[in-house]
Each structure stands twice: as C-alpha cells, then as structure tokens.
C-alpha cells in the first residue's frame, strides 16, 4: 500500500510557474500509475494529467494542455506536475493519486480508477 503526499503549492500571480511533487512511501513506487486531479471551491474534482508507471505514457487535460507536464522519477519515489502560465481558474486544491498496475502504458483520466489519495495542495492563482 503506497502513501501520497503532496507538496509546492502556494500563492502565485497569473502567469507565474508552480512545481508541485508527490512523494511516495510504503511500497515500489514504480508499480504504480499517477494521476493529478484538482477540485475548485464549489466544484467536483476533475482530471488533470496522468502518466504510467514507467513515465513513458502520458495524458492531460485540454484545459492544461500545453501549460502544465507531468513527469515522475521512480528513482527518488516522485511524481511531479510542473504547472506554467498559470491562470487564476486553475485556482483549486491539486491531488495525486496513484493505482498498481503491471501495465507499462497503463493510465487513467478517471479517478474512480485511483485507489490511493493525497492530502491535497493548495494553489491559488492571483490575477
């Protein structure tokens, strides 16, 4: 069972930069496939990005498609999502969240799929 903590948030003006991590214990970080999801005061969450365990396969939303990456390194047990031209509507709480899997490809934009949960990470975009 893997636990998930996330950290890098923080107040930042529009078109400022964030990198937010993961960090993974309690079991081989690498047998898992992230995602990142975030919820906006008075809104459901909603898929951000995702990548597979290996980090050769990745997907995100068209909302942040071209802004923000997600990468990981299974070396020092971290996910990352490095978060450019950020907008005041990407204001909301950031998760990871991560599920084992043997697929090398595998990901999921769909967060019932994710067994595993951060605390969460707040970043607010100021305009």
């Known amino acids: 069972q893997v636990q998930l903590v996330e950290s890098g948030g923080g107040l930042v003006q529009a078109g400022d930069s964030l990198r937010l991590s993961c960090a993974a214990s309690?079991?081989?970080?690498?047998?898992?496939?992230m995602g990142w999801f975030r919820q906006a005061p008075g809104q459901e969450r909603e898929f951000v990005a995702a990548?597979?365990?290996?980090?050769?396969?990745?997907n995100s939303a068209d909302s942040v498609k071209g802004r923000f990456t997600v990468s990981r390194d299974n070396a020092k047990n971290t996910g990352f999502l490095l978060m450019n031209s950020l907008k005041p509507e990407d204001t909301a709480v950031y998760y990871c969240?991560?599920?084992?899997?043997?697929?090398?490809?595998?990901?999921?934009?769909?967060?019932?799929?994710?067994?595993?949960w951060g605390q969460g990470t707040q970043v607010t975009v100021s305009s």
């Open positions: 969240a991560a599920v084992r899997t043997y697929s090398t490809t595998y990901y999921s934009p769909q967060q019932e799929n994710y067994h595993y």
């Open positions: 990548i597979s365990r290996t980090g050769g396969t990745t």
């Open positions: 309690g079991s081989t970080f690498s047998n898992y496939a």
